[in-house]
């Protein structure tokens, strides 16, 4: 089985443009969400869709947006980049978010902004 | 809201000795789940060990384990005889259920090195 795939590997960018990021789970996962990693400041959880259905969100302004197709491979979308937005952006998945089971993560993107 | 302490951001060890990583948490919940993962140079994170905060035993994978003290909230990872390989960053992680789903909080990561 293939893992969580995560498109491009590296970004570079500059103040003000957007970006659009791109995760695909392992078949048949059809949970996915996104974190935001820097150092110091871990893993911060960004959002999960299921079904296409955004479930939950976390504490991003709304410059920070996803969406889910229906087979399960993700987008993430960031406009007007900032300088605080360089950051690792790791994708997971797992088979059913309703179950304590573990994520699968994905290699990340990692976002330079200039 | 629930919080997830690592204390430690950077630790050494010499190969073949044992190294504990530490980790609190912060919640009301008493139905919930812990995490170690580890995410090594430039390559994927994986599940390290899980544990169910209902099972007292503690968790074992090999040469890691874990000292999960529920009344203090205390979740420490214990990696013993240290490979080159355990060379990572660790993260804990705390997962419970929320409005019908489980969402995950990660600590803020131990960064560990193994020296030959």
């Known amino acids: 089985k293939a893992g969580v795939t995560q498109t491009p590997r590296y970004l570079i960018k500059t103040r003000g443009q957007q970006v659009t990021l791109s995760c695909s789970p392992i078949s048949g996962h059809r949970s996915v969400s996104w974190y935001q990693q820097t150092p110091g400041q871990g893993l911060q959880f960004l959002f999960e869709y299921f079904s296409e259905t955004q479930r939950n969100k976390g504490n991003f302004p709304g410059r920070f947006s996803g969406r889910q197709f229906s087979n399960s491979r993700s987008e993430m979308n960031v406009s007007t980049l900032e300088l605080g937005d360089s950051a690792l952006y790791l994708c997971?998945?797992?088979?059913?978010?309703?179950?304590?089971?573990?994520?699968?993560f994905g290699d990340g993107t990692r976002l330079s902004i200039l | 809201a629930q919080t997830v302490t690592q204390s430690q951001p950077e630790m050494s060890v010499q190969e073949a000795e044992t190294v504990t990583l530490s980790c609190t948490y912060d919640t009301s919940e008493s139905n919930y789940y812990l995490f170690w993962y580890k995410q090594p140079p430039s390559r994927q994170m994986i599940l390290v060990i899980r544990q169910e905060a209902y099972k007292q035993q503690n968790a074992t994978e090999n040469r890691f384990s874990v000292n999960f003290q529920k009344a203090a909230k205390s979740f420490s990872l214990k990696i013993s005889d240290s490979q080159l390989g355990d060379t990572a960053m660790y993260f804990c992680a705390f997962m419970k259920r929320t409005s019908g789903t489980y969402k995950y909080i990660f600590g803020t990561g131990t960064r560990l090195k193994v020296l030959a």
């Open positions: 997971a998945s797992s088979s059913e978010p309703d179950t304590p089971r573990p994520q699968h």
